[in-house]
């Protein structure tokens, strides 16, 4: 009830009231303190405590946001609503969730619009930290939240330039879209007609892939040196 009530009052385009907050509050805490509430109970529990800054439930929302936690949509609501109420702790959640395999591309899109809204200083070093590690799929959404705002979109190119981004995600739509959105001077810094190219696209991607798994392998000099034997002797030596 509470939830179709405000979906009208902004539809109307107004606030919500002292008395329409004040039962909102309520409603969380009382679920937040019932053991047996339902999965969209607590969802909503945690969604307005964000949305209506009571910040006496931290501890239970931490609770909900953590590993322990078997929910994946109960995770990302409940640090999202740790962004909202300002928590230290909500940003070291966020980086754990956006490497998860299991968090869909909407959830990480939230996720990250959320890090840049509520702590964009220091959300936009950890967002190009991430993509940087994850799949090339997963990374796209963190991109455009980065590149949503004019100090991301600056970040963003820079770290492509400097090979700490996979320039692949400069080929995806959504990327470019907010790029251009805050730097429209930036439209001849960017790929024009390869969006729609899969070949370039994949083997922008292939090069993303292997220069992730060079970062995460160990150095061995004996299967460096099997390497050029095979591949690199007959021109080089």
Same mark, same amino acid.
């Given at each position: 009830?509470?939830? #179709? ?9 107004? &606030?919500?009231?002292? !008395? ?10 009382? +679920?937040? #303190?019932?053991? /047996? ?9 945690? !969604? ?10 931290? /501890? ?13 949509? *109960? ?9 909202? *109420? ?9 980086? #754990? ?18 890090? +840049? ?25 963190? =991109? ?6 004019? !100090? ?26 907010? +790029?251009? =959105? ?38 061995? #000099?004996? &299967? ?14």
């Amino acid at each position: 009830l509470f939830v #179709a009530m405000e979906q009208g009052i902004a539809q109307r385009g107004l &606030a919500l009231g002292t !008395e329409m907050r004040q039962w909102g509050s309520e409603r969380v805490r009382a +679920i937040l #303190a019932d053991n /047996p509430s339902t999965p969209a109970q607590n969802l909503f529990a945690a !969604e307005w405590a964000g949305r209506l800054g009571i910040r006496e439930v931290t /501890p239970a929302i931490r609770r909900r946001s953590g590993p322990m936690e078997k929910s994946v949509e *109960m995770r990302v609501v409940s640090v999202r609503a740790l962004l909202e *109420m300002a928590d230290p702790e909500a940003e070291p959640l966020v980086e #754990a969730l956006l490497r998860q395999e299991s968090v869909t591309r909407d959830q990480r899109a939230m996720l990250a619009q959320a890090a +840049i809204r509520f702590r964009s200083a220091t959300a936009i070093p950890m967002l190009l930290r991430v993509l940087r590690e994850v799949a090339s799929g997963a990374a796209v959404p963190m =991109a455009a939240a980065v590149g949503g705002s004019g !100090e991301g979109a600056d970040a963003l190119l820079r770290a492509i330039a400097d090979g700490r981004a996979s320039a692949s995600l400069l080929l995806e739509r959504s990327v470019q879209e907010r +790029i251009l =959105a805050v730097r429209p001077q930036f439209k001849d810094r960017l790929p024009q007609g390869n969006a729609a190219d899969p070949d370039a696209k994949r083997r922008l991607e292939r090069v993303a892939h292997r220069s992730a798994d060079f970062r995460k392998s160990a150095p061995d #000099a004996k &299967a460096g040196a099997q390497l050029f034997q095979s591949h690199c002797m007959p021109c080089h030596s």
